[in-house]
C-alpha cells in the first residue's frame, strides 16, 4: 500500500481499537471485579481480539507441529515471538478455554480508558524497577493458581533493529515455569513483522502463519528450557522466511 493508504488504515486501527474498547470493556470490567469471574470477562476480551484482529483485514492459519494436545484443565505459559502490536491480540484467539493474562508494561496503565481495563486483565511489569521484575514471577503463579494461563513474550519488547530475526530471551518466563511446574506453549508467528510494524508507513492486511511447535514440560531447568524454547522459535523462522538480497 501506499504511504497515504497506511496512514489511513493505521488511523482506522485506531478508531477500531477505540470503538471495540467502549463496546467490550464495559463489560470485561465488570467482570473483573471479583478474579473468579475472569472467564466471563475472558469471553469479552476475546470478541474484542477477534474485532480488532479481522476488523483490519487480518487472518491466520494454524500450523501444528507437535502431536501433543492443550489440556483444557491444566495452566500453562505461553510464549512467541513478538514483532507487531496484532501478536498481543493471537494468543487469546487461539486459546478459547484458557483464560489468558499478559505480562504487560506499566506505563501502557496511561492510555485513557484502555488503562483501566489494561491494568485488570494484565500483571504489570515497571521494566525500570528491579524490585517490580523480581515480584511479577510471583504475581503471576498467583494467578495462574487461580486458574488462568499467562502470555509471555520472552524477547521482552520488539527490538529497534528490524534486521533482528528474534531477540534474546529474557529468563522470567522460564524461571515461572521451573519453579512453579507449569508448561510451556511454544508458538511462533510469521507474517505480521512485514504486515503491520511499528513502522506506520509500511504494512498490509494479509494471513499470517501461526506454527504450534511444542509444549515443554518443566522437567528441565530454567536455563535449558529458555535455550531450547530460542532455538526451535529460530529455527522456525528461519525455514519460514525469505532473507533480503
Known sequence: MSVLLNYIWRLWFVILAFIATLFFGIFVYIFTISSKHYKYAYF????WC?????????SYKLIKETKQKIDKNQQYIFISNHTSIMDIMLPCMLMPNHPLVYVGKKELVKIPIFGQIYKRICVMVDRTSAKSRAEVYTRCAERM?????????????VPDDTSILLGDFKDGAF?????HQFSILVF???????MFPFN???????KVKV????????????NVLKSTSQEIIKNTLEKNIKPII
Open 44 to 47: 469479552f476480551i476475546r470478541l
Open 50 to 58: 477477534f474485532t480488532t484482529y479481522y476488523g483490519m483485514g487480518f
Open 145 to 157: 493458581r487461580e486458574g488462568q494461563s499467562i502470555v509471555i513474550f520472552p524477547e521482552g519488547g
Open 175 to 179: 524461571t515461572l515455569a521451573s519453579k
Open 188 to 194: 511462533t508467528f510469521i507474517g505480521l513483522k512485514e
Open 200 to 206: 506506520n508507513k509500511v504494512g498490509h492486511p494479509g
Open 211 to 222: 506454527y504450534f511447535n511444542d509444549i515443554l514440560t518443566p522437567d528441565e531447568k530454567a
